[in-house]
Structure formats: C-alpha cells, structure tokens
C-alpha cells in the first residue's frame, strides 16, 4: 500500500519508506528512526562545514509508535482508515488495539467530524479542518492531563 509521508514542517504527497530532511531542524525519518537536524544556525553550519551529518537528535521508534505513526499519517494524508489493511500489516486486531480511541471518537462523531464504521474511520465534512484533533487520540505522547492543563504539544488553533 502506499503511504505518505508527513512531517512536523509539512507533508508531502509521495510514497517514501524513507525521508531525508535538510535544513535546520529539519525531521528525517529512516529506517523507523526519526532524526532532528540541528536548531540553532551556527551548529548545524559548523557540522555541514565539518561535513558532518547536522543531527541534534534522534529516537528509534518502538512497534507501537510504528502502528500510531501509520494511524496518524493515514488519518492526516487521505482522511481514511482501513482497519482491514491496519491489522494485515502490524498483526493486530485494531478495534482491540484502539479500543479507548474508538470510544473518544463517539463524541467527534456526534458533532460530524467522523464516520466509524466496523473496518474503517473517515473524517468527513467539518472534521477535516481540524483532523488534527481527531488524530491527537491516538497520539501516545500528547499529555492528556484534566480539562484546561497547558498542551504538551502545539495547539490546533
């Protein structure tokens, strides 16, 4: 199947299983890895310079972020999930897997945003302005502190 790549600076519309980024703090992901280029200008020149990959940081991803990262990215890119594909390709049983988001997405499915389905999720009309929120269900990392605690990660508005 194809997938597309998405990036914390932008997305791009081609299937890669890899991703070079360049630039400062440019994400590279490769091989199941994310890579952060260097932030500050004089660093990431003094390593180019030295020719010298300008990495500042790194994380190997782990089975689950792999399975999220493709829940994310299919969400983001096509505005679909096919459950089906999801557990052929990670061997899960993803209504299992998911089965706290599943019951997040009732409410965002009231209001519109999203049609569950028994093997897929779509976000749909209103909802695909603001996919981002219906994507930072499955975001493991985002910190789902009580109601009105300061955001871990950017704001979706």
Request: glycine content about 8%.
């Amino acid at each position: 199947g194809s997938e597309m790549c998405i990036r914390d600076r932008g997305y791009t519309v081609r299937h890669a299983r890899d991703s070079v980024a360049f630039g400062l703090s440019a994400i590279a992901d490769i091989d199941g890895a994310f890579v952060q280029n260097q932030r500050k200008l004089n660093r990431y020149q003094h390593a180019v310079g030295a020719g010298q990959l300008p990495a500042e940081r790194g994380y190997v991803l782990s089975a689950d972020d792999r399975i999220r990262k493709h829940v994310i990215t299919a969400l983001m890119c096509t505005f679909h999930l096919d459950l089906d594909d999801l557990d052929q390709r990670f061997g899960i049983d993803s209504r299992a897997y998911f089965a706290d988001e599943w019951e997040a997405l009732a409410p965002l499915e009231e209001d519109g945003f999203v049609k569950r389905s028994e093997r897929r999720i779509d976000v749909e009309g209103t909802g695909r302005l603001f996919v981002r929120n219906v994507c930072m269900l499955f975001d493991a990392y985002l910190d789902k502190g009580e109601p009105g605690d300061r955001p871990r990660f950017s704001r979706t508005v």
